[in-house]
């Protein structure tokens, strides 16, 4: 069995251990086995890893043996898609998602530990920029097309048209003196 060793800035009282890696020839153990196992594991969702990351970690450093320094590709890219696969899995349904990015609606309770990661993932400030920046770019164009399609302003007129298809500001001089 591999020792534990607290993880900086674990929350007190809570059980959150690492492994440490199976120890080397020397009796020392390996954290480069450890890095390894933790650097693939981040194709998993962050509350996943929060969760299951010291058993596999554990599992893996069992399985490898005394003497590994890192994962073997076959393991690593089995670590890869699975994790791919779990993010997909745990992931708003397409409409869900869109009307929570383009609208900011809840995706709904089922959806919750998605959107804590979300927004406590590190590029969130980048996706809400672009997210705001396709809006705006899809919504502007639109908007301009809908007030052309429902007729421009004649000549003199510049303000909103009145029941009588007047506008409210008066007449200019000229016309007015052409009727008297």
Request: aromatic share 6%; charged share 20%; proline share 11%.
């Amino acid at each position: 069995m591999s020792a534990r060793r607290p993880v900086p800035g674990a929350a007190a009282g809570h059980d959150h251990a690492v492994p440490t890696a199976s120890p080397g020839p020397t009796g020392e153990p390996l954290p480069s086995f450890e890095r390894s196992v933790g650097r693939w594991l981040h194709a998993y969702p962050r509350r996943w890893r929060r969760t299951r990351a010291v058993e596999v970690t554990a599992v893996l450093a069992d399985l490898a043996g005394p003497t590994a320094r890192h994962l073997d590709a076959r393991t690593a890219l089995g670590l890869v898609i699975a994790g791919l696969v779990t993010r997909w899995r745990e992931h708003p349904p397409p409409r869900a998602y869109l009307t929570y990015r383009l609208a900011g609606r809840h995706p709904g309770p089922a959806w919750d530990g998605w959107l804590r990661d979300d927004v406590d993932g590190r590029l969130y400030p980048v996706r809400l920029a672009l997210t705001e920046g396709l809006v705006a770019a899809v919504a502007y164009p639109s908007v301009e097309r809908l007030y052309l399609a429902a007729g421009s302003p004649g000549a003199g007129t510049t303000g909103p048209a009145t029941a009588a298809g007047r506008t409210s500001r008066p007449a200019p001089a000229e016309a007015s003196e052409d009727r008297a």
